[in-house]
C-alpha cells in the first residue's frame, strides 16, 4: 500500500496500502502487500468494456485485488472511452508487486496507485512524507517506461479514528493529544502494526506514544475492529480514510502533525509505450475531480447495502461529474 490486510469492504491485500505493499486492500493497499506467484496473473480475467475509436491503440486499465482500485480502473476506463480513447479493463490482478509488473511488461497499460506505497515500493529508503516531495520524487525514482500522471487530491491511507465520546473524554484531536494519555489507551490494528514504521515504532519515534497495549485484528479496519472499537474494547483503531464506517458511525479521525502516515494520493501509473496526449487529458481530468469523499462514497456504492458493480458506480459518478454525456 503489502500484506493482506482485509478491508471491512472486502478490501485490499494491501501492499495500499502499506509501506512498500501492504492491501485489501492496494492491497494498495495500496495496502498492498506482497504475494507474487509464477503464473501469469492477467491470464485468468478477460477485459471488459471498452468502445472502439481511431485515437490510437486500444489501453488497458487494470486493477488490484480490493474493490476500491477495481472502482477507479472502472472510473478511468469509462472516462478514456466518453474522452473518444479506446480503453477496456483488467480486474484483480493481484497486489503491487504482481501487478506493477504487468504495467512494467505492457501487460496492462494504466493502474490506479498510491503515490506514497508506490514511492516505497521503487525506493525502499526513500523519506518523502509529504504529498507534494513524494510526486515530486516519483519521476527518478520509476523505472524507464514507467510514469505517473496528475495526483488527486482524493487519498485513501491508514489514520487513527476513536469514536466521539472517546475523544471527548481525553481532549483528542491530533494524534499529538492522543500521546498524552497514550499508557491508557488500547489501539486495534493489523498485528503487523507491530513493526511497520508507521505503526508502534512510528507512533514512539514521532509522537512519544506507547500503548498500554496492541489488539491485533485480521480485518484491515472492518467489522469486527469497528465492533471493538464502538464497544471500547479498543479507544484507538487503524482504519482507512475512505472507509464509509467512519463516517457513518460519527468518529475522528485524529490529525498526523508529524506524518507519521506518509501521503497517499490516488493517481494513474502508466507504460509510456501507448499513452497518448490525449488520454493523458482524459485522466488528468479524473484527477482534478477526484476526492477522499467521493472514494468514500463509491466504496460504499459498492460495497455497503446498495451492491453495485465497480462499473455501474463508475459510470454514475462520471456521469454525475460531467465527465461523461
Given at each position: 500500500?503489502?500484506?493482506?490486510?482485509?478491508?471491512?469492504?472486502?478490501?485490499?491485500?494491501?501492499?495500499?496500502?502499506?509501506?512498500?505493499?501492504?492491501?485489501?486492500?492496494?492491497?494498495?493497499?495500496?495496502?498492498?502487500?506482497?504475494?507474487?506467484?509464477?503464473?501469469?496473473?492477467?491470464?485468468s480475467s478477460p477485459a471488459t468494456g471498452?468502445?472502439?475509436?481511431?485515437?490510437?491503440?486500444?489501453?488497458?486499465?487494470?486493477?488490484?485485488?480490493?474493490?476500491?482500485?477495481?472502482?477507479?480502473?472502472?472510473?478511468?476506463?469509462?472516462?478514456?472511452?466518453?474522452?473518444?480513447?479506446?480503453?477496456?479493463?483488467?480486474?484483480?490482478?493481484?497486489?503491487?508487486?504482481?501487478?506493477?509488473?504487468?504495467?512494467?511488461?505492457?501487460?496492462?497499460?494504466?493502474?490506479?496507485?498510491?503515490?506514497?506505497?508506490?514511492?516505497?515500493?521503487?525506493?525502499?529508503?526513500?523519506?518523502?512524507?509529504?504529498?507534494?516531495?513524494?510526486?515530486?520524487?516519483?519521476?527518478?525514482?520509476?523505472?524507464?517506461?514507467?510514469?505517473?500522471?496528475?495526483?488527486s487530491k482524493a487519498e485513501d491511507k491508514?489514520?487513527?479514528?476513536?469514536?466521539?465520546?472517546?475523544?471527548?473524554?481525553?481532549?483528542?484531536?491530533?494524534?499529538?493529544?492522543?500521546?498524552?494519555?497514550?499508557?491508557?489507551?488500547?489501539?486495534?490494528?493489523?498485528?503487523?502494526?507491530?513493526?511497520?514504521?508507521?505503526?508502534?515504532?512510528?507512533?514512539?519515534?514521532?509522537?512519544?506514544?506507547?500503548?498500554?497495549?496492541?489488539?491485533?485484528?485480521?480485518?484491515?479496519?472492518?467489522?469486527?475492529?469497528l465492533k471493538a472499537l464502538l464497544s471500547?474494547?479498543?479507544?484507538?483503531?487503524?482504519?482507512?480514510?475512505?472507509?464509509?464506517?467512519?463516517?457513518?458511525?460519527?468518529?475522528?479521525?485524529?490529525?498526523?502533525?508529524?506524518?507519521?502516515?506518509?501521503?497517499?494520493?490516488?493517481?494513474?501509473?502508466?507504460?509510456?509505450?501507448?499513452?497518448?496526449?490525449?488520454?493523458?487529458?482524459?485522466?488528468?481530468?479524473?484527477?482534478?475531480?477526484?476526492?477522499?469523499?467521493?472514494?468514500?462514497?463509491?466504496?460504499?456504492?459498492?460495497?455497503?447495502?446498495?451492491?453495485?458493480?465497480?462499473?455501474?458506480?463508475?459510470?454514475?459518478?462520471?456521469?454525475?461529474?460531467?465527465?461523461?454525456?
Amino acid at each position: 500500500m503489502k500484506e493482506t490486510r482485509q478491508r471491512a469492504l472486502g478490501r485490499r491485500a494491501l501492499g495500499r496500502r502499506a509501506f512498500g505493499g501492504l492491501a485489501a486492500g492496494v492491497g494498495l493497499a495500496m495496502a498492498l502487500s506482497a504475494c507474487g506467484g509464477s503464473s501469469n496473473p492477467l491470464s485468468s480475467s478477460p477485459a471488459t468494456g471498452g468502445a472502439t475509436s481511431g485515437s490510437g491503440a486500444a489501453l488497458v486499465i487494470g486493477s488490484a485485488d480490493f474493490p476500491e482500485s477495481q472502482i477507479i480502473a472502472e472510473v478511468y476506463a469509462g472516462a478514456l472511452n466518453g474522452a473518444g480513447v479506446t480503453a477496456s479493463t483488467k480486474p484483480n490482478i493481484g497486489s503491487r508487486e504482481v501487478y506493477f509488473k504487468a504495467v512494467q511488461d505492457g501487460s496492462v497499460d494504466v493502474i490506479p496507485d498510491y503515490s506514497g506505497n508506490l514511492l516505497l515500493h521503487v525506493s525502499k529508503d526513500a523519506t518523502e512524507v509529504s504529498a507534494e516531495d513524494i510526486y515530486k520524487a516519483l519521476p527518478g525514482k520509476l523505472p524507464d517506461g514507467l510514469a505517473v500522471l496528475e495526483p488527486s487530491k482524493a487519498e485513501d491511507k491508514d489514520a487513527m479514528v476513536v469514536t466521539k465520546a472517546t475523544a471527548e473524554k481525553y481532549q483528542l484531536k491530533s494524534i499529538a493529544d492522543l500521546a498524552k494519555v497514550c499508557s491508557e489507551i488500547v489501539v486495534g490494528a493489523p498485528a503487523t502494526f507491530a513493526e511497520r514504521a508507521y505503526g508502534l515504532p512510528g507512533l514512539k519515534k514521532n509522537y512519544s506514544c506507547e500503548p498500554k497495549k496492541l489488539e491485533p485484528f485480521s480485518d484491515g479496519g472492518g467489522a469486527v475492529t469497528l465492533k471493538a472499537l464502538l464497544s471500547d474494547q479498543v479507544q484507538v483503531a487503524d482504519i482507512y480514510t475512505t472507509t464509509p464506517s467512519i463516517a457513518d458511525n460519527d468518529l475522528v479521525v485524529l490529525e498526523d502533525p508529524k506524518d507519521n502516515f506518509i501521503a497517499q494520493q490516488v493517481l494513474p501509473l502508466y507504460n509510456k509505450s501507448k499513452m497518448t496526449d490525449k488520454a493523458k487529458e482524459a485522466l488528468n481530468a479524473v484527477s482534478k475531480i477526484l476526492t477522499t469523499e467521493d472514494l468514500i462514497n463509491l466504496n460504499r456504492a459498492v460495497s455497503g447495502s446498495q451492491k453495485q458493480n465497480p462499473k455501474d458506480a463508475a459510470a454514475a459518478w462520471l456521469k454525475d461529474k460531467g465527465l461523461v454525456k
